[in-house]
């Protein structure tokens, strides 16, 4: 069982904005630690798409954006393209050098 | 441009020990500044988290495999391995080796991984 809860799976259609939540306890996610996001394509390695909480790397789209309250982290995706369909984790640095992800996330473009 | 790429037996017997190899390009495990990891994916499941290796030898393991595992490095050959002793059915996973950055200030800490190897499965069965 994963430290960090995601929905298992969210949809929208093209062009529009959707949000996946990713909340963990107080040592994962919360007041100390920070999260990354990835993106899996089936079949595929997952990428790096937001590190620390809201920074994207060189080369991700800035339809990708990150941001955390309390023990919840989002990304959020805008503009939603049919190519975002994948999978989606976040992960954190959890208490005791231990390293978590989250279930996962199904996108489906509609 | 860093790359990882995984080696290693795709199908491994119960009981016995799984071996991977990933080699790392664009980027020297000795210099330092990063952590290097292996993850795993079982069929249809998300990612889990196997342990680190950092260079200097400090190495930390996900304490459900911890008894099980071995994470080394060969600097000569800028490669690290993972080493899954007693394997049975339930290790069968696309494992993938990572290039982990770690920032921490204070009590916090921010990690991420990346790149990524392109992933390996290993199938457990007699």
């Known amino acids: 069982q994963s430290a960090l809860t995601q929905p298992a799976s969210v949809s929208g259609s093209p062009g529009q904005s959707i949000t996946i939540s990713c909340t963990g306890t107080?040592?994962?996610?919360?007041?100390?630690?920070?999260v990354s996001w990835y993106q899996q394509h089936p079949g595929k390695a997952p990428k790096l798409m937001i590190y620390?909480?809201?920074n994207r790397p060189s080369g991700v789209s800035n339809r990708f954006s990150g941001s955390k309250s309390g023990n919840t982290a989002s990304l959020t995706i805008s503009g939603l393209q049919a190519e975002d369909e994948a999978d989606y984790y976040c992960?954190?640095?959890?208490?005791?050098?231990?390293?978590?992800f989250g279930g996962g996330t199904k996108l489906t473009v509609l | 441009q860093v790359q990882l790429q995984e080696s290693g037996p795709g199908l491994v017997k119960p009981s016995q020990t799984l071996s991977l190899t990933c080699t790392v390009s664009?980027?020297?495990?000795?210099?330092?500044?990063?952590?290097w990891s292996w993850i795993r994916q079982h069929p249809g499941k998300g990612l889990e988290w196997i342990g680190y290796?950092?260079?200097?030898?400090?190495?930390y393991y996900n304490p459900s495999l911890k008894s099980r595992v071995t994470i080394s490095v060969d600097t000569s050959k800028n490669q690290f391995s993972l080493k899954l002793n007693s394997v049975t059915a339930a290790d069968t996973a696309v494992y993938y080796c990572?290039?982990?950055?770690?920032?921490?200030?204070?009590?916090?800490?921010?990690?991420?991984?990346?790149?990524w190897g392109q992933g390996t499965l290993v199938t457990v069965s007699s």
């Open positions: 664009g980027d020297s495990i000795s210099s330092g500044g990063y952590y």
């Open positions: 107080s040592s994962a996610v919360g007041g100390y630690n920070y």
């Open positions: 620390n909480v809201s």
């Open positions: 290796l950092y260079y200097g030898g400090s190495t």
């Open positions: 990572a290039r982990e950055g770690v920032d921490c200030s204070g009590a916090s800490c921010n990690n991420w991984f990346d790149p």
């Open positions: 992960s954190s640095y959890a208490e005791s050098n231990i390293r978590v």
